[in-house]
T-cell receptor
Framework: EAGVVQSPRYKIIEKKQPVAFWCNPI?????LYWYRQNLGQGPELLIRYENEEAVDDSQLPKDRFSAERLKGVDSTLKIQPAELGDSAVYLC?????????????FGPGTRLTVL | DQQVKQNSPSLSVQEGRISILNCDYT??????FLWYKKYPAEGPTFLIS?????DKNEDGRFTVFLNKSAKHLSLHIVPSQPGDSAVYFC????????????FGKGTKLSVKP
């Protein structure tokens, strides 16, 4: 079974440029999460989707970050414009979301460097 | 304010011995706790979990203990193997595994041959 797929794996951009990350969750997983992991920290939730609906985006900096999950399958996270402090690993995770005990499966992440 | 705390940034253990990783939390509403393991350049991988109605869960070499009164959980790895060397994240949620996970900062475990 294929895991959570993310692309690109690495991205280097200059500040004020836009950037987008893509995630394809495990087939059949209804719930999708985007996390940001800063150096030396644990992952922090940015947004959570149940199918195509964003059910929790309270931690998403909406002035520059946006996300979408059209058709309730794959998802895109965008930053425009990027700032130096956005340098981090952006992780996507998914889960069936049916029962307690369905753990979240993480993708390998996209490492973003903003110069 | 960190709700999930892993106060030891690193731990070094000899192969074959026990590794004990600790985690403290402050929010008494957390009802589900998980441990994830992370290798460099990979995403976190689920290791083991425990519901707040239990005080112990075991899976092979891995055992998680939960002390609700102390708001403390620990992960025991016995015996430790060099392949266990990784960063271990403690996470907690409200509403089971579907709840939003709050992660600690992680503990880097090194198992020396």
């Amino acid at each position: 079974e294929a895991g959570v797929v993310q692309s690109p794996r690495y991205k280097i951009i200059e500040k004020k440029q836009p950037v987008a990350f893509w995630c394809n969750p495990i087939s059949g997983h209804n719930t999708l999460y985007w996390y940001r992991q800063n150096l030396g920290q644990g992952p922090e939730l940015l947004i959570r989707y149940e199918n195509e609906e964003a059910v929790d985006d309270s931690q998403l900096p909406k002035d520059r970050f946006s996300a979408e999950r059209l058709k309730g399958v794959d998802s895109t996270l965008k930053i425009q414009p990027a700032e130096l402090g956005d340098s981090a690993v952006y992780l996507c995770a998914s889960t069936l979301g049916i029962a307690r005990g369905d753990e979240q499966f993480f993708g390998p992440g996209t490492r973003l460097t903003v110069l | 304010d960190q709700q999930v705390k892993q106060n030891s940034p690193s731990l070094s253990v000899q192969e074959g011995r026990i590794s004990i990783l600790n985690c403290d939390y402050t929010n008494s509403m957390f009802d589900y706790f998980l441990w994830y393991k992370k290798y460099p350049a990979e995403g976190p991988t689920f290791l083991i979990s425990i519901s707040s109605i239990k005080d112990k869960n075991e899976d092979g070499r891995f055992t998680v203990f939960l002390n609700k009164s102390a708001k403390h959980l620990s992960l025991h790895i016995v015996p430790s193997q060099p392949g266990d060397s990784a960063v271990y994240f403690c996470a907690a949620s409200i509403g089971g595994s579907q709840g939003n996970l709050i992660f600690g900062k992680g503990t880097k475990l090194s198992v020396k041959p």
